[in-house]
């Protein structure tokens, strides 16, 4: 089953505009990463947040975190049409350390 | 650094088919992942090893579905008979040690099954 869930499905933006993903789930995690992956191709890691941490960044991108409502953002500033991709949140929860990944949010930059 | 490696990239076969997917995991990662792919249900874990030992195949979907690792450098992930229903991308992942968190793609292996 899926631990996190992303909002929107999918999202289409103009070029230099900013894009909001959102990731909720369900249990308790020891940090929760952003994947990125172009149409055929694999996924890439993008940043790690953990749990005692409230917000990062990474060049255009910022992770929030918010462990009491069980939820995540993944903001993209800036974008370009290169940022065009599924943007995937996973939880990595439990003594176990496997991650679980969610649905994926849709981005679509138009140039 | 090559990357983990997949092979192949894809595949068609036919219903009832054995098929052999590889990976080479990068050079020094202790753990391994391989994961499926498809529209309907998103990625799933199928199983995982930490120092070549499985740990977790409890997202395995059946008996026709099997994962060695005989070293620390290769694993497959074998469906014998194959199905259409087995139609998905299968990715392999691995990551340095079992409680760090970035995982390391590869591009995945593309199955059609007829």
């Known amino acids: 089953s899926q631990q996190g869930e992303e909002d929107p499905q999918a999202l289409s933006i103009q070029e230099g505009e900013n894009a909001t993903m959102n990731c909720s789930y369900k249990?308790?995690?020891?940090?929760l990463q952003w994947y990125r992956q172009n149409s055929g191709r694999g996924l890439v890691h993008l940043i790690l947040?953990?749990?005692?941490?409230r917000e990062k960044h990474s060049g255009r991108l910022r992770v929030t975190l918010d462990t009491s409502k069980k939820s995540s953002s993944l903001l993209i500033t800036a974008s370009r049409a290169a940022d065009t991709a599924s943007y995937f949140c996973a939880t990595d929860a439990g003594s176990a350390r496997q991650l679980t990944f969610g649905s994926g949010t849709q981005l679509t930059v138009l140039p | 650094d090559a990357g983990v490696i997949q092979s192949p990239r894809h595949e068609v076969t036919e219903m009832g088919q054995e098929v052999t997917l590889r990976c080479k995991p990068i050079s020094g990662h202790n753990s391994l992942f391989w994961y499926r792919q498809t529209m309907m249900r998103g990625l799933e874990l199928l199983i995982y090893?930490?120092?070549?030992?499985?740990?977790?195949d409890s997202g395995m979907p059946e008996d026709r579905f099997s994962a060695k690792m005989p070293n620390a450098s290769f694993s497959t992930l074998k469906i014998q008979p194959s199905e259409p229903r087995d139609s998905a991308v299968y990715f392999c992942?691995?990551?340095?040690?079992?409680?760090?968190?970035?995982?390391?793609f590869g591009e995945g292996s593309r199955l059609t099954v007829l």
């Open positions: 992942a691995s990551r340095l040690a079992a409680n760090t968190g970035e995982l390391f």
């Open positions: 947040i953990r749990s005692n941490e």
């Open positions: 090893f930490n120092n070549n030992v499985p740990i977790d």
């Open positions: 249990t308790s995690i020891n940090n």
